[in-house]
Every structure is written in C-alpha cells, then in structure tokens.
C-alpha cells in the first residue's frame, strides 16, 4: 500500500538520550516535513526537505537533527538538548499538482521522556 | 506567520451549522484545511487557491477571501463523524522551499 510509515508508534526515554524517529515513504513524493504537536499548540514545524540532501530548519529546530540520504526516508533525530521533547510527532510529505499542493501525514509517534 | 483562527472552540449539537474562521498578516496564495481526531493523523479535507472557486467536502465548505487575507470553514447540518480539530494551514516560500504554517486549531464537539 501507499503511504507514509512512522516508527515506532510509541517511545519512552529517558532524559539525556537521543532517540531517532523514523519516517518512511513510498508515495514519490519530493518534499518531507517534521511537526511536533502539544496540546493546543497546534502543529509546529521542525525542518523541511525539499528534495534529497537537503533540508531547512523550520519554526522550533533547536535540538533536533534530520537527514535526508534517500528520496523515501526523513529521520528525526531528538537529541538530549531538546529541553521538553516530550511530544506527538508528525510526519508528512507533499504531492504537487496543478489544482495545488496537499500536505499528507503519517499516524504519528508519540514520545514521552520519563 | 502563525494563522489565526476563531473560535477556539464549538460545542454543537447534531444538525447545527458552524463556522471557523482562519486569517492571516500576509497575503494569501492559498489555505489548506484539515481535521484531526483525538491521538490520529490530521486528515486533509481541501484546499482553496487564490482566485479558485469554494471547495466542498461531503457537507462541509470553504470560502477564501483573498482581499481580506482569511478562509471561513462553513460546516452544515453537523454530524457527530465532525466532531475534532480543524486547522487551517497557509503556504509560506522561502529560499525556494515550500512549508505549511498551521494554525492553533479549533476544537469542534458535536454531541447528540
């Protein structure tokens, strides 16, 4: 099926470690993003990557690293200076067409820093 | 730039109608909409382009007021599958790349 796979669906850590979100897909899609969602903050975004090795910083990317090797794959990784990066994380992709660009998500990871 | 929305939230009951609000500081090209429900993936409803015409999902609509910066989400004899958060999100370009800036969102319960 086509689609955008995020793992692992749920991730504890503990403070002081980096932890790497994996985003997964295989719809041919150029651009990935990375938002972070707290409740009613709304969706933030981290970084971008507009085709493969390279990427921009977003809204709120300190603390956090990506990469962009493969056309099908962004990881996030959450370092330990990211201050409260307990989180649910999103990850989406971007289909251009001539009627206009549509944002698609993945289900999403949770992590909670104990 | 960060869209606004309002209201932050509705409470309605099964058949009222509601309307959400997205305005912007910037100029508009074009404002997505998208509904969240609880611990889910945000779910893409439509998109309103500048100079395009209102967009419709099931029985939910869209304006896009280009000259006033803002959309308006029109949702029509509500159903309780409407309950969740909407946002509204405006393209931003910078350096060539495209982004999506979100608003807060809005809650919206529709109880029986």
């Known amino acids: 099926d086509g689609g955008i796979t995020q793992s692992p669906k749920y991730l504890f850590r503990k403070e002081g470690q980096n932890v790497t979100l994996s985003c997964e897909q295989n719809?041919?899609?150029?651009?990935m993003y990375w938002y972070r969602q707290d409740p009613g903050q709304g969706l933030r975004l981290i970084y971008y990557?507009?085709?493969?090795?390279?990427?921009q910083k977003g809204d709120i990317a300190e603390g956090y690293s990506v990469s962009r090797e493969k056309k099908e794959s962004f990881p996030l990784t959450v370092t330990s200076a990211q201050k409260n990066p307990t989180a649910f994380y999103l990850c989406?992709?971007?289909?251009?067409?001539?009627?206009?660009?549509?944002?698609?998500f993945g289900e999403g990871s949770w992590l909670t820093v104990v | 730039q960060q869209p606004v929305q309002s209201p932050q939230a509705v409470i309605l009951r099964e058949g009222e109608d509601a309307v959400i609000n997205c305005s912007s500081s910037?100029?508009?090209?074009?404002v997505h909409w998208y509904r969240q429900k609880h611990g889910e993936a945000p779910v893409f409803l439509m998109i309103?382009?500048?100079?395009?015409e209102q967009m419709r999902h099931e029985k939910i609509s869209a304006s896009f007021n280009e000259k006033k910066q803002q959309s308006s989400l029109y949702l029509t004899a509500s159903q309780l599958s409407y309950s969740g958060t909407y946002f509204c999100?405006?393209?931003?370009?910078?350096?060539?790349?495209?982004?999506?800036?979100f608003g807060k969102g809005t809650k919206l319960t529709v109880n029986p």
């Open positions: 989406a992709t971007r289909r251009d067409g001539k009627s206009g660009n549509t944002i698609y």
């Open positions: 719809l041919n899609h150029d651009a």
């Open positions: 990557s507009q085709i493969v090795n390279d990427f």
């Open positions: 910037k100029a508009l090209y074009s």
């Open positions: 309103l382009l500048k100079g395009g």
């Open positions: 999100g405006t393209v931003e370009t910078q350096g060539g790349s495209e982004k999506l800036v």
